[in-house]
T-cell receptor, first 118, second 114 residues
Framework: GAVVSQHPSWVICKSGTSVKIECRSL??????MFWYRQFPKQSLMLMAT?????????EQGVEKDKFLINHASLTLSTLTVTSAHPEDSSFYIC??????????????FGPGTRLLVL | AQTVTQSQPEMSVQEAETVTLSCTYD???????LFWYKQPPSRQMILVIR??????QNATENRFSVNFQKAAKSFSLKISDSQLGDAAMYFC???????????FGKGTRLHILP
């Protein structure tokens, strides 16, 4: 089955530093990936849609200069949280759509990355 | 704008019993998809079941089935023979066929009582 990995699974960093989170589709190609944020005991909120070879599309209210997204290959998208602050602490989940099929509806989710900013 | 509402923040069911999780949604579109996702304590999102709006027949996956009422915009999930491993957060979700974005409900936390 389609597998999506995320690295790291958890990260602790100091306030003011930048953190990069990787999302990889392991056995399929993904021209489109999605980044979500989930606060404790809350639902998933879409942050941005990552498109291979082009700029990401950010949802309203998401600072694109703070959450940098790069989708440089068909199997890798990265989310960089720049100048992280404690309020950026959250659970970040990525998902990917298999561009090798006609199924546009199914998204495969990564296991998530827990970020704690001290 | 499309919305997904789950009115039950938490539910409990005795092991081996049947439980139904409710979900309503609002949309003006005719081509869309509905999903139930499970998020166990590991926080890995797992697709439980999906329903295409154009299909009248309710989707089923083993012990999981849905009651899709298109006119009422209702999409409930029935779990039969509940097992301890079913304990998780369950999210109802909507996707318009002309878009990429999945809209999630706020979730229902399901407890299984041994």
């Amino acid at each position: 089955g389609a597998v999506v990995s995320q690295h790291p699974s958890w990260v602790i960093c100091k306030s003011g530093t930048s953190v990069k989170i990787e999302c990889r589709s392991l056995d399929f190609q993904a021209t489109t990936m999605f980044w979500y944020r989930q606060f404790p005991k809350q639902s998933l909120m879409l942050m941005a849609t990552s498109n291979e070879g082009s700029k990401a599309t950010y949802e309203q209210g998401v600072e694109k200069d703070k959450f940098l997204i790069n989708h440089a290959s068909l199997t890798l998208s990265t989310l960089t949280v720049t100048s992280a602050h404690p309020e950026d602490s959250s659970f970040y989940i990525c998902s990917a759509r298999d561009s090798g099929t006609s199924d546009r509806e199914t998204q495969y989710f990564g296991p998530g990355t827990r970020l704690l900013v001290l | 704008a499309q919305t997904v509402t789950q009115s039950q923040p938490e539910m409990s069911v005795q092991e081996a019993e049947t439980v139904t999780l409710s979900c309503t949604y609002d949309t003006s579109e005719s081509d869309y998809y509905l999903f139930w996702y499970k998020q166990p304590p590991s926080r890995q999102m797992i697709l439980v079941i999906r329903q295409e709006a154009y299909k009248q027949q309710n989707a089923t996956e083993n012990r999981f089935s849905v009651n899709f009422q298109k006119a009422a915009k209702s999409f409930s999930l029935k779990i039969s023979d509940s097992q301890l491993g079913d304990a998780a957060m369950y999210f109802c979700a909507y996707l318009w066929g002309g878009d990429d974005k999945i809209i999630f409900g706020k979730g229902t936390r399901l407890h299984i009582l041994p």
